[in-house]
T-cell receptor, first 112, second 120 residues
Framework: GESVGLHLPTLSVQEGDNSIINCAYSNSASDYFIWYKQESGKGPQFIIDIRSNMDKRQGQRVTVLLNKTVKHLSLQIAATQPGDSAVYFCADQRTSYGKLTFGQGTILTVHP | EAGVVQSPRYKIIEKKQPVAFWCNPISGHNTLYWYLQNLGQGPELLIRYENEEAVDDSQLPKDRFSAERLKGVDSTLKIQPAELGDSAVYLC??????????????????FGPGTRLLVL
């Protein structure tokens, strides 16, 4: 099912703080998960992904955590910068099927 | 390396008019996707191509929407006639399209900048 609307969750942080963005997914059969960043007027940009056989994966300044028990995904951004301000979407996929399902986005605003 | 290219970037039309969007995927990517994104929402899949074949068009409103990918590279998405509710961003994405043993079709989708459609 979907829960969408114009009022996206928002997160406002100071430059240099760490940010945590959360996401819940509904399909227990999903086995591949991706975080995308979308800036105003642009398409979604890949940030990091994780497979269902992992519970944590780290990239440059970003970490994704997966809790399959409660179907929860989080994105941690270290030392958040003004350039990180964007809408962040999680997406999940059942790889045998291929369809990517996007969750509700979160607006991240980073104040200098 | 060039990313996914879409054109036009913006389109304003009157209702009942036809409109077409074009997408050129990343070179070598066999799988191409068209998504619709309404304001404040995540993208929703309209159609997925593996090479020339539309393998998932279950979400495409076929009474007015059509798509083609004749040579397995570029793709066009058409709306005829357009309605007010079609105002949205139309995103194209592509992925390698390699079905890996024991991992299925697990691969990153890369998105283009989108076409912003306004129907008046």
């Amino acid at each position: 099912g979907e829960s969408v609307g114009l009022h996206l969750p928002t997160l406002s942080v100071q430059e240099g703080d760490n940010s945590i963005i959360n996401c819940a997914y509904s399909n227990s059969a999903s086995d591949y998960f991706i975080w995308y960043k979308q800036e105003s007027g642009k398409g979604p940009q890949f940030i990091i992904d994780i497979r269902s056989n992992m519970d944590k994966r780290q990239g440059q300044r970003v970490t994704v955590l997966l809790n399959k028990t409660v179907k929860h995904l989080s994105l941690q951004i270290a030392a958040t910068q003004p350039g990180d301000s964007a809408v962040y979407f999680c997406a999940d996929q059942r790889t045998s099927y291929g369809k990517l399902t996007f969750g509700q986005g979160t607006i991240l605003t980073v104040h200098p | 390396e060039a990313g996914v290219v879409q054109s036009p970037r913006y389109k304003i039309i009157e209702k009942k008019q036809p409109v077409a969007f074009w997408c050129n995927p990343i070179s070598g990517h066999n799988t191409l996707y068209w998504y619709l994104q309404n304001l404040g929402q995540g993208p929703e899949l309209l159609i997925r191509y593996e090479n020339e074949e539309a393998v998932d068009d279950s979400q495409l409103p076929k009474d007015r929407f059509s798509a083609e990918r004749l040579k397995g590279v570029d793709s066009t998405l058409k709306i005829q006639p357009a309605e007010l509710g079609d105002s949205a961003v139309y995103l194209c994405a592509s992925s390698l399209g390699v079905r890996l043993k024991d991992r299925g079709l697990e691969e990153t989708q890369y998105f283009g900048p989108g076409t912003r459609l306004l129907v008046l």
